[in-house]
């Protein structure tokens, strides 16, 4: 299936092992990742993922194939994303510079997998680890989030999971770094700074940047308050779209990322309203809402997305509402 996984078949590597490209017998390409002989950290990864990939089906989420089980070996067997990761695409030498289209269609998709995580999935599931390498994308730039080996389950009935730490530095959540404790929110963080990444073009964490400006979410913090008080985002945007972006959608993505990042946790939005923001269907009230002025209804209509339809929202003129933003922001 793999040429018995040579190196020329190796997609990547990690912590605790490696993924190939493979073909079944039927034609179909795939993406086996297989575990480390001997690592008990990853035999905990390789059985989470398995029991949580199992409970969801999602376009926007890596769709498990099968797994195997023999003696010490250990292999998940993914379809076959064809287009790399995000973290390629924007971080990569000598590639061609992503388009603006391609940045907000990439954050719409991922927005709606990890929603349905969050929303549609019971238990609800928090992924713990979303990162741009974890977006795969196909030749259309789709998105789907991948690697489940840390995800966790969460009962409705609790407010937040105790854990220990696992994730990548730069992405994580203050309150999951500094306590373990997990929530949802969590993830809303971490696909702040994927936003953030995806804006400014910037790594979560760049050592080769001037000192004090290698965290990207404490050098984007004046720079997004700057933007959304101006509507200027010339200090902000990634200097290589050359101002190819539609102002509007930039806005959004950027009021968006501004309330992922916010260090209290439930400050922070839930993922639905970050979709229904990056989607055109909702507005600044409804990234606070829940927080202050109201609580979201949320309804899945057949098998699509859950849709949110906002109970307190306030209709506020925009200066006050670039106001609110940071007031909610930096609590």
């Known amino acids: 299936m793999t040429h018995g996984f040579s190196r020329e078949n190796l ?9 190939y490209k493979g073909w079944l017998e039927d034609g179909r390409v795939v993406a086996v990742k297989q575990l480390k002989a001997g690592s008990g950290q990853g035999e905990r990864e390789f059985r ?4 949580i990939i199992s409970r969801v089906h999602h376009r926007h989420l890596v769709s498990l194939v099968g797994y195997c089980i023999a003696d010490s070996d250990r292999s998940l067997v993914y379809e076959f994303v064809p287009n790399n ?39 609800r599931i928090i992924h713990r680890d979303i990162k741009s390498a974890n977006i795969l994308l196909d030749n259309f730039f789709e998105a789907q989030v991948a690697d489940f080996g ?8 609790n407010t937040h999971v105790s854990t220990r730490v696992m994730g990548t530095f730069g992405y994580m959540a203050p309150e999951y770094a500094s306590s373990g404790k997990l929530t949802d929110r969590s993830d809303v963080f971490s696909f702040g700074v994927v936003l953030l990444e995806l804006i400014t073009g ?8 001037p000192l004090g400006d290698e965290s990207l979410v404490e050098w984007a913090r004046p720079r997004l308050v700057h933007a959304l008080e101006t509507g200027g985002f010339e200090e902000l945007v990634d200097p290589r779209l050359e101002g190819n972006y539609s102002k509007g959608e930039m806005f959004r993505m950027v009021e968006a990322a501004a309330a992922c990042v916010r260090h209290s946790a439930p400050k922070r939005p ?23 002025f109201g609580r979201a209804r949320c309804s899945n209509p057949g098998n699509n997305l859950p849709t949110c339809s906002s109970s307190g929202g306030w209709p506020l003129a925009a200066a006050i509402q670039f106001r609110l933003l940071w007031e909610l922001w930096r609590l």
């Open 150 to 157: 840390l995800a966790k389950l969460s009962n409705d009935t």
């Open 85 to 123: 990761t995000l973290e390629h695409h924007l971080h990569g030498r000598g590639l061609p510079v992503m388009d603006w289209g391609k940045r907000l269609k990439i954050a719409i998709g991922s927005a709606r997998g990890l929603a349905y995580l969050h929303e549609d999935c019971h238990p």
């Open 270 to 292: 839930r993922m639905v309203q970050v979709l229904r923001a990056l989607d055109n269907e909702g507005d600044l009230p409804d990234l606070t809402n829940g927080v202050k």
């Open 48 to 51: 989470a993922e398995v029991e």
């Open 202 to 209: 910037r790594k979560p964490v760049d050592p080769s940047q």
């Open 11 to 19: 997609l990547g590597e990690g912590g605790f092992g490696c993924v």
